[in-house]
T-cell receptor
């Protein structure tokens, strides 16, 4: 079974802090994704990566950056956290071909105070 | 750009009754369609997917969905729901050749005793 592991289930940070969310997958998937999930808005894509050191902006990249130095690891960075970034963050991975489903981690619930 | 509409944000249904969760997508030449389920405090899991072939797709936990190209719909059904089906359900679509999946806003299924 594919395992996507997000380093923290719950995280509390302060406004202005630099925040790192880590995601690791164990199935050698080429694609990795970061979403945020908010009530009534569904999942919105922040960034995705289709290869090591490659990244593409999703629908809401502002205030975020990403890093993919190794194939199995995809990090989401909040450069200077703000209260409107309080949300559930979901990481996913998939094979490169478009008919393959995405596999999700359990999510990180991030609160910015 | 591709879009997905889940017409109901919440659906209450009595235990052992049938249920249909509706999903429509914007027209495209060729698409892949998915339904995911999210149980409380978990990430998303794949329920079923339509890639090609038979328009009736069977998934896990007794769910099925029917692809209707003329109506650009992919409604999810279950003949008899159980309390354990309480969850949020997401419809998703990707264009062939595109690694990104577009998610609907989700439908919360409430099972009434």
């Amino acid at each position: 079974d594919v395992k996507v592991t997000q380093s923290s289930r719950y995280l509390v940070k302060r406004t202005g802090e630099k925040v790192f969310l880590e995601c690791v997958q164990d199935m050698d998937h080429e694609n990795m994704f970061w979403y945020r999930q908010d009530p009534g808005l569904g999942l919105r894509l922040i960034y995705f990566s289709y290869d090591v050191k490659m990244k593409e902006k999703g629908d809401i990249p502002e205030g975020y950056s990403v890093s993919r130095e190794k194939k199995e690891r995809f990090s989401l960075i909040l450069e200077s956290a703000s209260t409107n970034q309080t949300s559930m963050y979901l990481c996913a991975s998939s094979l490169i071909v478009s008919d393959q489903p995405q596999h999700f981690g359990d999510g990180t619930r991030l609160s910015i105070l | 750009a591709q879009s997905v509409t889940q017409l109901d944000s919440q659906v209450p249904v009595f235990e052992e009754a049938p249920v249909e969760l509706r999903c429509n997508y914007s027209s495209s030449v060729s698409v892949y369609l998915f339904w995911y389920v999210q149980y409380p405090n978990q990430g998303l899991q794949l329920l079923l997917k339509y890639l090609s072939g038979s328009t009736l797709v069977k998934g896990i936990n007794g769910f099925e969905a029917e692809f209707n190209k003329s109506q650009t719909s992919f409604h999810l059904r279950k003949p008899s729901v159980h309390i354990s089906d309480t969850a949020e359900y997401f419809c998703a679509v990707s264009d062939r050749g595109d690694d990104k999946i577009i998610f609907g806003k989700g439908t919360r299924l409430h099972i009434l005793p």
